[in-house]
């Protein structure tokens, strides 16, 4: 757990480390009691398990830390050997892999009694946990959140929503014989708004000049915004956090090193399987990452149920185009950026699928150059370190441009 | 009057020729509303006075759509997108874009930003296709989409003139899934590709019209005589298995095609609008009702079981599985598939097709070996 010294204050970077690796641990011990543990879909109303006390882990959580320990070839492969096409997304491939093999070195985790699964993010997920659920011969509770092509959320969605949040969580007790307490579920919505609003505060410090954070940090940070959100502990971490940036502020520190000339968009997952090959010529070129809407996705912020509905169905990889490029925009803008590096991910059909015209509103709508590359979430044979690098100099040659220009 | 042959021929231009099917509905006067995979509501255009009109991507190159989509975008997305952008889809008078894969939902976006001259009409199917809520909201969508389609036609959707569209298109899916047993009896009469196209061109027609020319050909095949099929019969599935030259391979080898479980095929029709005193209700059911399919919840994954049953219903001795390049839902079903017919020790082979597709040698040498292996 923590390496800190009796007496001196954890840092929060430290204590969300040892949250998120708590997390698991407990998810292990409930399974050793005999208790039934669920795998879970990042963007499921976690409000749900948390309320009837019920212990789940992650499994896209797992596969980018699998990816990110350099084990995602190797379970791709497995995978491909089971008859699962390399098209498919790599997430899923290293997790149906983990599903047959049981067990893995670079991240273990419980086998699942029960999915929760939820497509706010993306329709693979509903086939990925489908077979899961076959193999394993376990239930699966599926929260669809219908796919918008208008800019707000209707009220028929909205009910639909509602209506299988009711379900999933009557089937969730009746699985696992945990009650419904309403008052548990109510404590528990006022953690999680308060760990969300913490984590989007903390996040929100990119926006000045020079950002008291690497951009990347919130990657890292992101685990705990996934899997812990309901606990009074994330709350706490994040709000730590916000206050450590907040001082950094004043002070003028920052956890980026060296002089932050650019400020940019990173768009897209974070290509796992190459996290030092991704941020280290962002930092030779003094780039920090200023602005993403990935991070930010897991601070789904509500004041009732009814809206707690409405805001699963926000998170960028639900709304229709428009919205998806508002939000690049708006986040841009705010964050003051002078380009962005677009990860063009071979994994993610639905993100890659909309990126092209989103590229055009934000380079059109904010004046600055933007770069594609082309990656993987946590398929490491698809990015190309002599690609990323061009495409890093070519687009600090236009910003240096831009800034000589203004100068 | 007449022949067997004659009746195939005109039902084999239609579908090698939609445009021309198009434009001369248009130029009757009538409009047409372009239905995109997978199941868009056809029932609605009818009632609302016009005609649906198929549109599953086309055998051409891509150009246009480049600017919207990854060169690792499944063929009949990019494919439908490019006939948007060049103008060859412009005599729809809309385009009803479903969003039951992660592709159909870019592709309609993409549509909406980027096709100016056919406006988009996004259908949303619910998942939880089976609970009540998921029933209710596919009927406030169906209600909503039929406004949208009024507002184009002019002509209200009431409760009379959607019971008659679905009474129509219903008496279609019986006719075809009678012509299906039918062609299974006579592959010495009805190849793989006059099949697909018996199926494929009733996407473009008057549907009522193409079920009178359907169940000629069912009473044209009847007056001839069963013969022994000396070749192999195989249950097909996939997205689509319309490509001209595929199914010259599969009539080369010798193979009939004796059931399918294609989505521009048999799922199309296997399944009917049920009775219900509202008929959008009963359009809503209908998708509760469908089992088997890649890109509706299942989470008991039902399509293994359910070719099993139509390989030993048909006596078939293997399956073809036709993989639509970058199409997800399929590569998911895949090993699940082949795990179900694996226990039932029934042979498969699959081969990957794309509209995009120029040689067909390897599909010739798997469909060859494979031709070797069920006869073995």
Not at chain 1, 302 to 315: H, K
Not at chain 2, 72 to 94: H, P, R, V
Not at chain 2, 279 to 296: H, K, T, W, Y
Request: proline residues 5%; charged residues 25%; contains cysteine.
């Amino acid at each position: 757990m923590s390496e800190q010294n009796v007496g001196e204050p954890v840092p929060a970077k430290i204590r969300l480390r040892d949250i998120a690796a708590k997390a698991y641990e407990e998810a292990w011990e409930a399974k050793k009691r005999g208790e039934m543990v669920g795998w879970c879909a990042s963007n499921f109303p976690q409000e749900i398990p948390q309320t009837l006390g019920i212990k789940v882990v992650y499994p896209e959580n797992q596969a980018a830390a699998i990816a990110a320990k350099g084990g995602g070839l190797r379970m791709c492969e497995h995978a491909e050997g089971l008859g699962y096409s390399n098209d498919i997304c790599a997430y899923a491939r290293t997790s149906l892999a983990f599903l047959d093999i049981g067990s893995c070195e670079e991240m273990d985790m419980p086998q699942p009694d029960f999915v929760l699964c939820c497509n706010n993010i993306c329709n693979c997920m509903i086939k990925w946990y489908e077979n899961i659920a076959k193999e394993r011969n376990i239930p699966m509770i599926l929260i669809d959140i219908p796919f918008k092509n208008d800019y707000e959320t209707d009220d028929a969605s909205v009910e639909y929503i509602k209506a299988q949040f009711d379900h999933a969580m009557q089937q969730l007790s009746e699985i696992t014989g945990k009650p419904f307490s309403e008052k548990r579920f109510k404590e528990v919505m006022a953690v999680s708004q308060r760990t969300a609003k913490a984590w989007l505060r903390a996040a929100e410090f990119t926006k000045y000049v020079p950002s008291p954070l690497n951009g990347f940090d919130l990657f890292n940070h992101m685990a705990v915004a996934v899997c812990a959100r309901g606990t009074v502990e994330a709350a706490e971490a994040f709000e730590q956090l916000a206050d450590e940036y907040e001082a950094a502020v004043k002070t003028g520190a920052s956890t980026y090193k060296g002089e932050q000339k650019y400020r940019v968009l990173f768009e897209g997952i974070a290509c796992w399987p190459y996290l030092r090959a991704t941020s280290a010529p962002l930092k030779e070129h003094g780039i920090n990452v200023t602005a993403t809407v990935y991070a930010t996705a897991f601070g789904v912020l509500y004041n009732n149920t009814a809206e707690m509905m409405r805001a699963y169905s926000y998170v960028p990889n639900c709304v229709s185009l428009e919205r998806a490029a508002d939000m690049r925009i708006n986040v841009g803008r705010e964050n003051k950026i002078d380009g962005a590096i677009i990860h063009t991910n071979r994994s993610c059909k639905l993100w890659s699928g909309i990126m092209p015209e989103v590229e055009r509103r934000i380079r059109d709508t904010l004046h600055i150059p933007t770069v594609t590359f082309d990656g993987d979430q946590a398929d490491p044979r698809v990015f190309s370190e002599a690609q990323y690098q061009t495409r890093i100099e070519a687009l600090c040659e236009v910003m240096a441009a831009n800034k000589e220009a203004k100068a | 009057m007449s022949t067997l042959n004659d009746t195939l021929q005109k039902l084999c231009d239609v579908a090698a020729n939609p445009a021309a099917q198009l434009n001369a509905m248009v130029a009757q006067g009538k409009k047409a509303i372009g239905c995109f995979p997978v199941y868009s509501p056809a029932e609605l255009v009818i009632a609302a006075g016009m005609t649906p009109f198929a549109v599953w991507g086309a055998e051409m190159e891509i150009s246009s759509a480049k600017k919207y989509f990854p060169s690792f975008y499944c063929g009949i997305a990019q494919t439908c997108l490019e006939m948007g952008l060049n103008g060859k889809l412009d005599k729809l008078s809309g385009a009803m874009i479903p969003v039951l894969c992660d592709t159909l939902k870019c592709l309609g976006q993409n549509w909406k930003v980027g096709v100016k001259n056919v406006p988009f009409i996004p259908v949303i199917h619910p998942q939880n296709r089976k609970l009540p809520a998921g029933v209710e909201f596919m009927r406030k969508q169906y209600v909503a989409i039929a406004e949208k389609l009024s507002a184009i036609s002019g002509r209200k959707v009431d409760k009379a003139s959607l019971q008659k569209a679905i009474d129509t298109c219903n008496a279609q899916r019986a006719a075809l899934r009678e012509f299906s047993d039918v062609a299974a009896l006579y592959p010495h009469l009805i190849s793989p590709a006059q099949r697909n196209a018996v199926i494929k061109s009733g996407g473009f027609m008057d549907r009522a019209e193409h079920t009178a020319a359907v169940r000629q050909i069912i009473e044209q095949c009847r007056q001839q005589p069963v013969k022994e099929w000396s070749g192999h019969k195989v249950v097909t599935t996939g997205i689509l298995a319309d490509s001209p030259a595929l199914l010259q391979v599969l009539a080369d080898n010798k193979f009939a095609v004796v059931a399918d479980e294609v989505a521009q095929e048999s799922r199309q029709y296997r399944t009917d609008v049920p009775a219900d005193a509202d008929p959008f209700n009963a359009l809503a059911r209908q998708i509760s009702d469908m089992e088997g399919c890649s890109v509706l919840y299942d989470p008991d994954k039902k399509r293994g079981p359910m070719i099993v049953d139509m390989v030993k219903k048909h006596g078939a001795q293997g399956v073809v599985f036709l993989m639509t390049k970058f199409c997800d839902p399929e590569e998911f079903d895949f090993p699940m598939v082949k795990k179900a017919l694996d226990a039932a020790g029934i042979p498969m082979v699959s081969v990957e097709v794309d509209q995009q597709m120029r040689s067909f040698e390897q599909a010739r040498t798997a469909l060859q070996t494979f031709a070797d292996v069920i006869s073995a």
